[in-house]
């Protein structure tokens, strides 16, 4: 899930209610959370990698390990 807040959340919801992670990006030097609405996001078929777009047409992807999309 992506949220208006910039937030990435990943979900188990057949083993718990609760997210399994919760990411927001940082910004350099600071550390303070970038707030920019992401508005999509895709798992990759093919590598462990989530793509996710913004409200600035920024598209980023994170690399995930641990985590299987079935």
């Not at 188990?12 to 399994?20: A, T």
């Not at 078929?45 to 920024?58: F, L, Y």
């Amino acid at each position: 899930m992506v949220a208006e807040d910039g937030r990435i959340e990943l979900w188990d919801l057949k083993n718990n209610i609760e997210p399994r992670l919760s990411w927001w990006d940082k910004q350099e030097g600071t550390n303070a959370p970038i707030k920019v609405a992401k508005t999509c996001v895709r798992w990759s078929r093919a590598s462990p990698v989530i793509v996710t777009g913004n409200t600035q047409g920024v598209v980023d992807v994170y690399r995930h390990f641990g985590l299987q999309h079935v």
